[in-house]
T-cell receptor, first 113, second 114 residues
Framework: DVKVTQSSRYLVKRTGEKVFLECVQDMDHENMFWYRQDPGLGLRLIYFSYDVKMKEKGDIPEGYSVSREKKERFSLILESASTNQTSMYLC????????????FGPGTRLTVT | AQSVAQPEDQVNVAEGNPLTVKCTYSVSGNPYLFWYVQYPNRGLQFLLKYITGDNLVKGSYGFEAEFNKSQTSFHLKKPSALVSDSALYFCAVRESSSASKIIFGSGTRLSIRP
């Protein structure tokens, strides 16, 4: 089975802190994604990566950056956390250019106080 | 731009009754449509997809979805609901400009009462 793991299930940070969210997949997938999930808004794409060191902005990249130094790992970075970044963050991966199924991690619930 | 709409925030169904979770889409070109489910405190899981072919698509856990091109709909259905089907359901469509990206709807919370 594909497994996508995220470094933390729950995280509490203070305004202005730098925050790292880590995601690891074990199925050699080319594509990796970071979403945030908010009630009533569904999932919104923050960034995605289709190869090592490659990244593309999603729909809401402001305030975030990403890093993909190895194929299996995709990190989301909040340079200076703000309260409006309190959310559930979901990582996903998929295979190849025409992959239709994304595999999700369990999510990290981040609270910024 | 591609988009999906889930008109119902919540759907309540009695156990054993049929259920329908609605989804409409807007795409340019051929639609590639998906349903995902999120059980409490868990990540999203893939349920089923429509790429081409038969308009009735079967997926996991006894779910199926009916693709209707004229009504631009892709409703999720199950003939007999279980309490364990209670979850958050997301409809999604593939982004035409990037084959790897998909766009999710706002989600519908399905509640099955015993």
């Amino acid at each position: 089975d594909v497994k996508v793991t995220q470094s933390s299930r729950y995280l509490v940070k203070r305004t202005g802190e730098k925050v790292f969210l880590e995601c690891v997949q074990d199925m050699d997938h080319e594509n990796m994604f970071w979403y945030r999930q908010d009630p009533g808004l569904g999932l919104r794409l923050i960034y995605f990566s289709y190869d090592v060191k490659m990244k593309e902005k999603g729909d809401i990249p402001e305030g975030y950056s990403v890093s993909r130094e190895k194929k299996e790992r995709f990190s989301l970075i909040l340079e200076s956390a703000s309260t409006n970044q309190t959310s559930m963050y979901l990582c996903a991966s998929s295979r190849g250019q025409l992959s239709y199924e994304q595999y999700f991690g369990p999510g990290t619930r981040l609270t910024v106080t | 731009a591609q988009s999906v709409a889930q008109p119902e925030d919540q759907v309540n169904v009695a156990e054993g009754n049929p259920l329908t979770v609605k989804c409409t889409y807007s795409v340019s070109g051929n639609p590639y449509l998906f349903w995902y489910v999120q059980y409490p405190n868990r990540g999203l899981q893939f349920l089923l997809k429509y790429i081409t072919g038969d308009n009735l698509v079967k997926g996991s856990y006894g779910f199926e979805a009916e693709f209707n091109k004229s009504q631009t709909s892709f409703h999720l259905k199950k003939p007999s609901a279980l309490v364990s089907d209670s979850a958050l359901y997301f409809c999604a469509v593939r982004e035409s400009s990037s084959a790897s990206k998909i766009i999710f709807g706002s989600g519908t919370r399905l509640s099955i009462r015993p």
